[in-house]
């Protein structure tokens, strides 16, 4: 496929800084009175895989839905590059999309459902051979060309999808959950084999997942959306480590939470006792309140605490409930003396369901404080 190359450059032109390819300025989409997605704002340069993440209902089906043509904003403008949108139709904005359930046409072989999308634009001929042939190739589907998309496996009919949107060369591709029907072996495998891919022909992907190990697997960047809004943009990196708020806290990975008392603070780190005679230090969320005696919500991933003698200095007494074995690491579910259940995971010191232990924080570890729950 003859991608590459002009599709990365496209947004570039004029030099300089990469412009976003892809804009969503304040969009917002109400059905009567619910408020599916509520003024989201986003810029994707050419070339990022960007990922909407967040749990089911969040909007994103119909953000993407909105970025395709397929839905229209009751408010806020989409730009693809440079270009105003939002009043055009699907097939004139220069996007495949690849839906949830595969939308393929079960009457139809595996090579017109990929020819349709460039048929539909009235491309006939070489040219729309050419492009068929390329795209089955990149999904290694040349030796299904025609058979009926029904007689082929889950699998198979997904990589048709993506053919039938990559066919065309879209610059922009929007993928909705397109893994969600395979089995978890081929899962894995066809999402490493599309970011290889996507990433080979310089395309600009926008991929939606409920899933988070998915998202930190593929992608560049990953919004993180929750009832309509955006919660955070970044690196899979930057939200794991320093996520905005709790709720993007614990959709990302495993978090826990303990309630804390602000001792002292020292810009955006502060002092915080989390136990009588037990103080760690946190980084302070924008949400958290600032003032010495206020109470806030620690949170801390499992790799942050370990396991200690139940008498080690400033370690938190807990009991263990249990002990899990998992290859590189072992992990501890603590049953702390205030209350709250904590995932460790463990380090040198050992213990068995039913010991009361310490729990000590990771001397690199960086827990975040939070507002405390209303
Ligand atoms: N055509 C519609 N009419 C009325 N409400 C709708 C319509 N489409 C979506 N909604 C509502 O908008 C909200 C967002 O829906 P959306 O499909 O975008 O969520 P989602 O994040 O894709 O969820 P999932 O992970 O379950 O696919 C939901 O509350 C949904 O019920
Ligand atoms: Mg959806």
């Keep these: 496929m003859t991608v590459s190359a002009p599709i990365a450059s496209r947004a570039d032109a ?97 090579w017109e459902n990929v020819a349709f999308g460039l048929k539909s634009r009235g491309e006939r001929g070489a040219g729309v051979e050419a492009a068929v042939t390329r795209a089955l190739g990149l999904v290694e589907l040349e030796p299904y060309a025609r058979r009926k998309v029904q007689a082929l496996s889950g699998g198979q009919q997904q990589r048709v999808a993506l053919a039938r949107a990559l066919a065309p060369e879209p610059p922009v591709l929007l993928l909705d959950e397109p893994l969600s029907n395979l089995d978890a072996a081929l899962r894995e495998r066809t999402r490493d084999e599309l970011r290889a891919l996507l990433k080979r022909l310089g ?71 989390v136990a009588a005679g037990v103080t760690w230090r946190a980084r302070l969320a924008a949400d958290s309140p600032r003032g010495a005696g206020a109470r806030v919500r620690l949170m801390a991933r499992p790799e942050a605490l370990t396991l200690a003698a139940a008498d080690e200095p400033n370690a ?41 232990a310490g729990i000590c924080l990771v001397e690199s570890a960086q827990p975040v404080a939070y507002a405390a729950e209303p």
């Design 14 to 110: 004029g030099g300089g800084t990469p412009q976003a390819l892809l804009r969503l300025d304040a969009v917002g989409r109400r059905f009567g009175d619910t408020v599916a997605v509520d003024g989201v704002s986003l810029e994707v340069p050419a070339g990022e895989f960007l990922t909407l993440l967040g749990p089911s209902g969040c909007g994103k089906t119909t953000t993407l839905r909105m970025i395709a043509g397929f839905e229209h904003p009751t408010s806020g403008r989409v730009l693809i590059g440079g270009r105003d949108v939002t009043a055009l139709p699907p097939q004139k904005r220069d996007v495949g999309m690849v839906f949830q359930n595969y939308a393929l046409f079960p009457h139809l072989d595996v």
């Design 203 to 273: 395309m600009t992907a926008v991929f939606v997942t409920h899933d988070q190990e998915e998202a930190f697997a593929l992608s560049d960047r990953i919004a993180v959306m929750d009832r309509g809004r955006l919660q955070q943009v970044g690196s899979p990196e930057a939200l794991y480590g320093a996520p905005v708020n709790a709720f993007v806290a614990s959709f990302l990975g495993r978090a826990n939470f303990l309630p804390a008392t602000v001792d002292s603070v020292d810009g955006d780190r502060a002092a915080c006792t």
């Design 316 to 356: 938190l007494r807990a009991r263990v409930l249990d002990r899990r074995f998992a290859g590189a690491a072992t992990f501890y579910r603590m049953e702390t003396e205030a209350g709250p259940e904590l995932l460790v995971q463990g380090g040198p010191h050992t213990a068995s369901p039913g010991d009361v």
